[in-house]
């Protein structure tokens, strides 16, 4: 019998294409990009430094991972607003804030909603247009 590749084995080679869900659409070439530049860096790292780590600390290795994991979970918490139920248009909203803290920018796009429910409808509805370079409504 042949080996079969589970789903979740190949999810982790198209991680530059998940990240697009969380910008909004006049950075989101931009963002792609980048996103592929740091799974590049993680990729060549891993490729070409895993060896030399394994070799030189052994199973005391695997404590860098953990503490690499626990660094992204900070990071995640921290800094990825919820964008559940959020169209793309409205991803200009949740990123309008002035800080990079997700509270803030949780905070910002409620503040928002508030103020100008028109705005939010808007952007559902598609017929909010965006300066590209700025991605706020024109």
Same mark, same amino acid.
């Given at each position: 019998?042949?080996? &079969?590749? !589970?789903?979740?084995h190949?999810?982790?080679?198209?991680? @530059?294409?998940? $990240?697009?869900?969380?910008? =909004?659409?006049?950075? &989101?070439?931009?963002g792609?990009?980048?996103?592929?530049?740091?799974w590049?860096? *993680?990729?060549?790292?891993?490729?070409?430094?895993? @060896?030399? %780590?394994?070799?030189?600390? *052994?199973d005391? =290795?695997? #404590? %860098?991972?953990?503490?690499?994991?626990? $660094?992204? %979970?900070?990071?995640?918490?921290?800094? #990825? @607003?919820?964008?559940?139920?959020?169209?793309?248009? !409205?991803? =200009? /909203?949740?990123?309008?804030?002035d800080?990079i803290?997700?509270?803030?920018? !949780?905070?910002?796009?409620?503040? /928002?909603?508030? !103020?100008?429910?028109?705005?939010?409808k808007?952007? &559902?509805m598609? =017929?909010?247009?965006?300066? @590209?370079?700025?991605?706020?409504?024109?």
């Amino acid at each position: 019998m042949g080996q &079969r590749i !589970e789903q979740h084995h190949v999810h982790g080679t198209c991680y @530059p294409s998940n $990240l697009t869900k969380y910008l =909004s659409s006049a950075v &989101r070439a931009k963002g792609n990009a980048w996103g592929v530049v740091g799974w590049s860096i *993680g990729n060549g790292w891993c490729v070409l430094l895993l @060896p030399t %780590i394994f070799a030189a600390l *052994g199973d005391k =290795s695997l #404590y %860098i991972f953990g503490g690499f994991n626990v $660094l992204a %979970i900070i990071v995640v918490w921290a800094l #990825y @607003p919820e964008t559940n139920q959020c169209t793309i248009e !409205e991803m =200009s /909203l949740v990123f309008a804030a002035d800080s990079i803290w997700e509270w803030e920018a !949780e905070k910002n796009f409620k503040i /928002l909603q508030d !103020e100008s429910p028109g705005l939010v409808k808007a952007t &559902r509805m598609g =017929s909010l247009s965006t300066d @590209p370079e700025t991605a706020f409504p024109k």
